[in-house]
């Protein structure tokens, strides 16, 4: 069975920094479009980052130069190095493996709930 | 970046009523490049329809996607109480991008 479970959200003061780690299952994110999506509460949803099967990432211009995406092939997970987190980026962070052929997202987490706040 | 209006905001049905939800692009949005998603409260969202009008896997045939160009439309035909939800388009071009979502209640 495909599956994807989020997890490292949680409280943190604006300025500060988390990861979040995106573990999948039933496939290889080596092989994947991986991507990070996110809700604000009672809001739509925003797409964050994506990182490609050869490696290469785009961001968000909302959190270029703060965010980075990554991934370990060995523990078949991708994560998101948020720094410099502002209160604006409180949200639920999804991960989400894209169909390259047609660029939607067929597999979501539960997602995790980051909340930036003093 | 595309921009993709969602309307109605808020569409009010009863079930068994045939439910029609919009998606409009500030540009041409390939037809293989369209997508939507239901989301229910506290839930991830859920693919439906991709490529504008190809169903997912389990999606029942109630539902239906058209359009090409700037103008996509969701089609529920006979509303069943599980449908009532928030409807997400979504587009890849450049980036994706998503509608601000139809909510669909019960009248």
């Known amino acids: 069975e495909v599956q994807v479970v989020e997890s490292g959200g949680g409280l943190i003061q604006p300025g500060g920094s988390l990861r979040l780690s995106c573990a999948a299952s039933g496939f290889t994110v080596s092989s994947s479009y991986m991507s990070w999506v996110r809700q604000a509460p009672g809001k739509g949803l925003e797409w964050v980052s994506v990182i490609y099967s050869g490696g290469t990432t785009y961001y968000a211009d909302s959190v270029k130069g703060r965010f980075t995406i990554s991934r370990d092939n060995s523990k078949n997970t991708v994560y998101l190095q948020m720094n410099s987190l502002r209160a604006e980026d409180t949200a639920v962070y999804y991960c989400?493996?894209?169909?390259?052929?047609?660029?939607?997202?067929?597999?979501w987490g539960q997602g995790t709930l980051v909340t930036v706040s003093s | 970046e595309i921009v993709l209006t969602q309307s109605p905001g808020t569409l009010s049905l009863s079930p068994g009523e045939r439910a029609t939800l919009s998606c409009r692009a500030s540009q041409t949005v390939g037809t293989s490049y369209l997508t939507w998603y239901q989301q229910k409260p506290g839930q991830a969202p859920r693919l439906l329809i991709y490529g504008a009008s190809s169903r997912a896997t389990g999606i029942p045939d109630r539902f239906s996607g058209s359009g090409s160009g700037t103008d996509f439309t969701l089609t529920i035909s006979r509303l069943e109480p599980e449908d009532f939800a928030v409807y997400y388009c979504?587009?890849?071009?450049?980036?994706?991008?998503f509608g601000q979502g139809t909510r669909l209640e019960i009248k």
């Open positions: 979504q587009q890849y071009g450049s980036s994706p991008t």
């Open positions: 989400a493996r894209e169909q390259r052929e047609n660029g939607y997202f067929d597999n």
